[in-house]
């Protein structure tokens, strides 16, 4: 009796570890992901404009981090890409664009086309929040309990 009474007792505490556990999974999926799974720690990473080229020429990213791009030169430039364009910027001026879509990016001055160009890699933050990493972490979870 005493043997089914210790089974009894792991399934109820298997089923209170599964539950907390998922309520932890989604806290932190929730308190991590603000909307569109934009992260709410994103950085902003600084790209100049200076002899007519971008410095640095190419950065990856995470989705949801804003590029800022700043004219530190002494003629006007400008960026250009297939979802963002700044227009002219006169030497001190800036501009910034939120990349929330994982993907390569192309970009250039439209004042030099020829000689400015650059790229941006967008790639997904990493997080446990599907069901896939769930189920992984509780079966993990499972096999502590086992005897």
Known sequence: ???????????????????????????VAENAT???GVSSTNKIIDISMKNAAYNPKSVEISMGDTVKWTNMDSIDHGVEGSIFKSG???PGQSYEFQFTTPG???????????????????????????????????????????T
Request: glycine content about 2%; aromatic content about 6%; hydrophobic content about 45%.
């Open 88 to 90: 002219v910027m006169s």
């Open 34 to 36: 603000s909307t569109n």
């Open 1 to 27: 009796m005493l043997k089914q009474s210790s089974n009894g007792m792991k399934k109820v505490m298997f089923i209170l570890l599964a539950v907390l556990l998922a309520a932890s999974v989604t806290a």
């Open 104 to 146: 390569v990016y192309n970009y250039k001055c439209p004042l030099h086309p020829a000689d400015m160009t650059g790229t941006i890699t967008v790639v997904a933050k990493s997080s446990i929040n599907s069901i896939t990493d769930a189920a992984y972490v509780s079966n993990k979870t499972i096999k502590l309990w086992e």
